[in-house]
C-alpha cells in the first residue's frame, strides 16, 4: 500500500520483499492472523482504488462475542449504530495487493531478498537473494549477495526488523524486550451437515489466563 502511494506522489519505488509473490503463489496458511479493516483503512484503499476487489473478500463484523468459562455468550457491539469493521483473510489480502502493485510501472519488486545489513552512512543496503523459497521464510536458500543504493528507506521488515536495529545501534541507546507469547492459526470446520459453528458477524473470543483464543 505504502509503495502505491508513494508512486502516486511521481517516486520511483523499489519493494524488496523476503517471500515469492503473493500474486503467483499459494498462500501459506500456517500463521497469518486475519486483518480488520475499520474507517481509516478503507478511506486509504478507496483512494488507491482497491475497496471494491477487496470489499468482495471480506466478512463483515458487528461486534464481539465473549465466551466466558461459564455463563451465557456476552455480546458486546462495536457501535449502538450498528457500524461494522471488516475482516480478510491476510494472505488473499497481500494476493490483491502484490497484483496491484505489479500494474505500477513506477514499483520495481523484488521477491525472494532477505535484507542482512544496513549502511547508513554510505546509504547502502544488503541483501541475500534467493532462488527459491518454502514454507518457512527463514529457510530461503541464499543464492547471490545484492548491495543496493537507497536515498530515502523505509524499513517494514517485521518484529525482528534489521532496519530498526540497524537504525537504533547507529543513534539511540534503548533496551528491547519480546513478549513470552506466540501464536498459531487454527480452522474449525464446519457442521457434518453444512454451515458454520459461530455467528460469521461476531468476532469471538475465549479469554483464558495467558491463553487468549479469538475466531473470525
Not at 468459562?69 to 469493521?85: F, L
Not at 471488516?86 to 502484490?98: F, N, S, T
Request: hydrophobic content about 40%.
Amino acid at each position: 500500500v505504502t509503495a502505491i502511494g508513494l508512486a502516486r506522489l511521481g517516486y520511483r519505488v523499489k519493494l524488496f520483499d523476503l517471500r515469492e509473490d503473493p500474486a503467483t503463489t499459494l498462500p501459506d496458511r500456517g500463521r497469518s492472523v486475519n486483518v480488520v479493516l475499520s474507517a481509516r483503512g478503507w478511506k486509504l484503499l478507496q483512494t488507491l482504488g482497491l475497496s471494491d476487489e477487496i470489499q468482495k473478500i471480506c466478512t463483515p463484523l458487528v461486534g464481539r462475542a465473549v465466551h466466558p468459562w461459564r455463563g451465557e455468550i456476552r455480546e458486546q457491539a462495536y457501535s449502538s449504530q450498528g457500524d461494522q469493521i471488516w475482516c480478510v483473510e491476510r494472505p488473499r489480502l497481500h494476493q490483491i495487493l502484490a497484483r496491484a502493485v505489479a500494474r505500477v510501472d513506477e514499483i520495481e519488486c523484488h521477491w525472494l531478498h532477505q535484507l542482512e545489513s544496513v549502511d547508513l552512512d554510505q546509504k547502502l543496503i544488503y541483501l541475500a537473494r534467493s532462488s527459491t523459497g518454502n514454507e518457512d521464510a527463514n529457510e530461503h536458500i541464499s543464492t547471490e549477495q545484492v548491495q543496493e543504493s537507497y536515498k530515502r528507506l523505509l524499513g517494514t521488515d517485521g518484529a525482528f526488523s534489521v532496519a530498526r536495529s540497524q537504525l537504533l545501534h547507529h543513534t539511540f541507546d534503548f533496551q528491547q524486550k519480546y513478549l513470552d507469547v506466540a501464536y498459531r492459526e487454527m480452522q474449525i470446520p464446519s457442521h457434518q451437515e453444512g454451515g458454520p459453528h459461530l455467528a460469521l458477524d461476531r468476532f469471538h473470543v475465549w479469554p483464558r489466563g495467558r491463553l487468549f483464543l479469538g475466531a473470525f
